[in-house]
């Protein structure tokens, strides 16, 4: 690693940023001299610290210890897609369609969610609306071809009851709906550990093909975003949760479930090639 480049970053983030060497210092646990030595080339901080100056300064780890002088700091998204575009296309679709419940799904869910934020990633400073979540599975779910009232609807209100202070039977939605949002919403099992409460959970999921893909959806998204948010260790335990219980809900779509085998494959595809890039870095 070439001491004098990772300087030159390090003090240009830090200013771009609007820290004081002492500041930087604070945050990281060290002294200013420590800082100053890095900055000035004459010592190189090691793997901790570069991971954790890298997460301060909102910049890739990569982009410090790359080696080409003229490399620069990625500009990262503060979301994807705005919910505003997204709320209005789901609106739009769901009229024209007749999609009653996921109409009353969409106003319900934003009421619920109201003054709710989700820090956008790491590396920004921007926060984006609640919604942006269950709004963007929508808005994939229908352009891979599901007009189902039910999943859609399930899908805007799958967070709902696990996110705010609602009951599943105060859904505005029929039965069908309020019992896919019952199987997707994770609770603790009473006498039982984490790991044996998550397992029973994806083995009641399983038994739904609807809640089956509400599931694989919300992961698919979730993935989607999760390299700007997540630790390396919270990185590596979520590809194992996926790895282990979402590919077989993948599979139970696919070989059951005709109606969803391309929206299933479509969702494989896209988790697979996240997973196995994101490894690539770990």
């Given amino acids: 690693m070439n001491t004098q480049i990772i300087g030159k970053r390090i003090s240009e983030q830090r200013k771009k940023c609007g820290l004081t060497q002492e500041q930087l210092a604070e945050r990281l646990g060290v002294t200013p001299q420590a800082v100053s030595k890095w900055e000035n080339g004459r010592n190189l901080p090691d793997i901790d610290n570069l991971l954790a100056i ?9 982009y410090l210890v790359a080696e080409e002088e003229g490399t620069e700091a990625l500009t990262f998204r503060g979301r ?13 679709f769901a009229q024209l369609e007749g999609l009653e419940n996921t109409l009353a799904a969409l106003e319900f869910m934003r009421v619920k ?13 921007e ?9 963007m599975m929508a808005c994939h779910a229908h352009a891979m ?55 029973a959970y994806y083995e009641n999921i399983s038994r739904s093909k609807k809640a089956c893909l509400v599931k694989i ?4 998204n979730n993935v989607s975003t999760m390299a700007g ?38 969702v494989k595809y896209q988790i697979i090639g996240l997973l ?5 870095f770990l």
Avoid: W
């Fill in 54 to 62: 890298a997460d301060c300064l909102r910049v890739p780890y990569a």
């Fill in 80 to 92: 994807l897609f705005h919910e505003d575009n997204m709320y209005t296309r789901v609106k739009t």
């Fill in 113 to 125: 969610h109201s003054g709710q934020l989700r820090k956008a990633s790491r590396f920004t400073s």
């Fill in 127 to 135: 926060s984006v609306a609640y919604i942006n979540h269950p709004l």
């Fill in 145 to 199: 071809g599901i007009t189902d009232d039910a999943v859609l609807a399930a899908i805007l209100l799958h967070d709902v009851v696990e996110d705010t202070d609602t009951r599943p039977e105060e859904l505005p939605v029929s039965e069908e709906i309020r019992e896919i949002v019952r199987l997707v919403t994770f609770r603790m099992l009473p006498g039982k550990t984490k790991q044996e409460s998550k397992a």
């Fill in 217 to 220: 959806i919300d992961r698919c």
């Fill in 229 to 266: 948010c997540f630790s390396r260790e919270r990185l590596a335990a979520y590809i194992e949760e996926t790895e282990r219980y979402i590919m077989p809900l993948i599979k139970t779509l696919k070989d059951g479930c005709p109606e969803y085998s391309n929206a299933a494959f479509l």
């Fill in 276 to 280: 196995e890039s994101i490894k690539a």
